[in-house]
T-cell receptor, first 118, second 113 residues
Framework: AQKITQTQPGMFVQEKEAVTLDCTYDTSDPSYGLFWYKQPSSGEMIFLIYQGSYDQQNATEGRYSLNFQKARKSANLVISASQLGDSAMYFCAMRSMNYGGSQGNLIFGKGTKLSVKP | EAGVAQSPRYKIIEKRQSVAFWCNPI?????LYWYQQILGQGPKLLIQFQNNGVVDDSQLPKDRFSAERLKGVDSTLKIQPAKLEDSAVYLCASSLEWVNEQFFGPGTRLTVL
């Protein structure tokens, strides 16, 4: 069974500093995708970044980068130059990319609440 | 491009009452998902549609929850009768196909008293 673990219920970071949010996963599927979503207090889930299990390079999207360590089954999110607007819940998720599996079904972790201090 | 629309945004009912949520996915998106997000947890899939067919409803409490996607576009999720533990945010998401990125709507926050 697939599982996502986020061990940091809450994190604080000073504005303009970098922060790393931890995510470990467990799966027996050879092909899978890893995702990070941001959920502000308004409730909408906002897609941030995606990493495929066969991607050779770590994914980057603007100030977001994903530190993918396949052997350790970790997919940590790094936010550089934190801004006040980054304060939100952050969820790590994964899904199988195998046909015949739970196609498209995202498995989410419990999330990390990030607070950016001015 | 318009995003995923959901209504209502908030709903308060008493236990044993029924409630229905509506979702309009992004135009052209074949795959539609309903997730339940209980406070303090990540979303959990309830049901997944591919066009108007059900792909996965293994975690849908079928004795009280039902969902349909007529004509492969809009979808409704119904709870009848509601229980206290159904208090949650119900998120609708859609994707072009199941392999593509999922876009989420703003959610419906349900409170069961």
């Amino acid at each position: 069974a697939q599982k996502i673990t986020q061990t940091q219920p809450g994190m604080f970071v000073q504005e303009k500093e970098a922060v790393t949010l931890d995510c470990t996963y467990d799966t027996s599927d050879p092909s899978y995708g890893l995702f990070w979503y941001k959920q502000p207090s308004s409730g909408e889930m906002i897609f941030l970044i995606y990493q495929g299990s066969y991607d050779q390079q770590n994914a980057t999207e603007g100030r977001y980068s994903l530190n993918f360590q396949k052997a350790r089954k970790s997919a940590n999110l790094v936010i550089s130059a934190s801004q006040l607007g980054d304060s939100a819940m952050y969820f790590c998720a994964m899904r199988s990319m195998n046909y015949g599996g739970s196609q498209g079904n995202l498995i989410f972790g419990k999330g990390t609440k990030l607070s950016v201090k001015p | 491009e318009a995003g995923v629309a959901q209504s209502p945004r908030y709903k308060i009912i008493e236990k044993r009452q029924s409630v229905a949520f509506w979702c309009n996915p992004i135009s052209g998106h074949a795959t539609l998902y309903w997730y339940q997000q209980i406070l303090g947890q990540g979303p959990k899939l309830l049901i997944q549609f591919q066009n108007n067919g059900v792909v996965d409803d293994s975690q849908l409490p079928k004795d009280r929850f039902s969902a349909e996607r007529l004509k492969g576009v809009d979808s409704t999720l119904k709870i009848q009768p509601a229980k206290l533990e159904d208090s949650a945010v119900y998120l609708c998401a859609s994707s072009l196909e199941w392999v593509n990125e999922q876009f989420f709507g703003p959610g419906t926050r349900l409170t069961v008293l």
